[in-house]
Every structure is written in C-alpha cells, then in structure tokens.
C-alpha cells in the first residue's frame, strides 16, 4: 500500500514538472503563475512587491506580513527583467495600488535568459518605472541584494561585482528622476558583497531574518 502512494507521488511530480516546463515554453513570461490569484483580489491593495524569486520566497516565507498590510507578492523565482516587464500590466497595473516596489536584476547578473548588458537591465527597470508613473503608481525602486555567487550558474565568478555595477546605475537614474530608491544592500552585506551566512543559506535568498530586516526598510518607505 505505501509502495502504491510512493509511486502515485512520485507521478504527480512528474506530471507536474512536465507540465511546469511546458506552460513555461507556451508561456514565457508566465502570466499563469498568478492568473487564477489575481482574480480573486477585490479590493485595491496599497502596494505590489514585483520580483523573482527573492520576492517569491519572501511571501512564502512571510505571508503574514503582506497581508496585514494589505501588500500583494508577484515575484516568480528565475524571472529576468524582460520577464518582469512583460507582465507588469497583468500583476501589477492592474490593481491600480499606490505603490510599486521593484526588486529585479539578481537573475539577469546570472544570465538566466542569456547575456544582458547592465544598462538594458536598467533599460528594462526603467520601462516599469515610467509604466508605473503613467498610471500614478508610485515606484519603488530597490537595490539588488548582495550575492556571493550563483549556485546555478557557477562559471560566472564575478557576482558581487555585477550586483554593484546594476546598483551603481540604478541609484544613479532613481536619484536624476526623483524615485525612491530602497537601498538593501547595505543592510544585507558581509562586507564582501554577498548576503551573510545568519541572512542567507545560499548567499543568495535572504532567510526568515533577512527578510525582517527588509520589511523593516521597506515600512519605512510605504506610508
């Protein structure tokens, strides 16, 4: 009998790695991710947490604080900025909330869709932002956060470089165009441009702490 359950587990799961992969190749930027969740918002939420994985796991792992404060999360982990941008209308224009804050980058310094120069991740970062605007949504545009290295992409050993070379541009645009810009990075840093091991157990994704320490931050800024 428990053999049975094993075996009709393991089916489920590759059932649904099967068909994970193939809504990802039918559907690049997945808007199915939140399809069915974005429907059952009814009421206006006052900010939109836009991201990758970083942004995914921190709903995940606290839930809580996005909903008593009336936040939604739309991060979907291994998404670029092209990614991001794509269905910026569908996760975030769309609830007309007052705020956005944008946590992008970390992946396109991976190369997850290919190799991306900084100033057209920037390039991207910036479409959003001024998309935000048009539609008078206040965005917020967040550093990236240290990262020692990709695990997933370990032939790229300059990491912490290209997360400082990304910031450096988007604190600059964020300062010449008037936009708050929520600098993590040095709340999140060992000093050696990667997350701490008593923030992160991968150098990457922030840790229950870590992300207390943004909530903190980002408070701040939400009003």
Known sequence: MKKNIFIAFAALAVTFSICS???KKTDWAQFYKYEQANTTVTAKPKAVFMG???TEGWFRLDPDFFTSNNFLGRGISGQTSSEMLVRFRRDVLDFHPKYVVILA?????????????PENT???IISMCELAKLHKIKPILCSALPAGQFRWRKEITDAPDRVRTLNALLKD???KNKIVYLDYYPLMDDGNGSLPEALSKDTVHPTLEGYKIMEEAVLKVLR
Do not use: M, R, V
């Open 173 to 175: 645009y964020a300062k």
């Open 105 to 117: 980058g970390t992946n396109d310094a991976a190369e997850n869709n290919g190799k991306i120069t």
């Open 122 to 124: 920037l390039g991207n």
């Open 21 to 23: 992969a193939q809504d």
């Open 52 to 54: 990758d994985s970083i």
